[in-house]
């Protein structure tokens, strides 16, 4: 079984600062791709990070246009954790964070590509 715990989100002024954890738990968990998506209230999901898992040949992450500059996705197979840090945060930040495991090695970013789901950590952004 596959359990995904965020943490981190919080209440943030703009142009500050937040780093979300994902822990994550199951056999083998680090060998498949992982991504956060968010959605905020009254709209769709949206896919914000991935990055592949342990099992894939060649290290690769990768961020939304939507937050290119300012999101970096990372991950520690040794402590079995995702990271989001999100700098330069803007008020259409504020959304709930949602970690995912994918089905497969390299991380698409289709969330139909996703079978397991962290519960969300909400994120704030003040103006």
């Known amino acids: 079984q596959v359990q995904l715990v965020e943490s981190g989100g919080g209440l943030v002024q703009a142009g500050g600062s937040l780093r979300l954890s994902c822990a994550a738990s199951?056999?083998?968990?680090?060998?498949?791709?992982k991504a956060w998506f968010r959605r905020a209230p009254g709209q769709e999901r949206e896919y914000v990070a991935r990055?592949?898992?342990?099992?894939?040949?060649?290290?690769?992450?990768d961020v939304a246009d939507s937050v290119k500059g300012r999101y970096t996705i990372s991950r520690d197979d040794a402590k079995n954790m995702l990271y989001l840090q999100m700098d330069s945060l803007k008020p259409e930040d504020t959304a709930v964070y949602y970690c995912a495991q994918a089905k497969g090695y390299f991380g698409t970013t289709l969330p139909q590509d996703y079978n397991y789901w962290g519960q969300g950590t909400q994120v704030t952004v003040s103006s």
């Open positions: 199951g056999r083998n968990a680090s060998d498949y791709a």
């Open positions: 990055i592949s898992g342990s099992a894939f040949t060649i290290a690769s992450a």
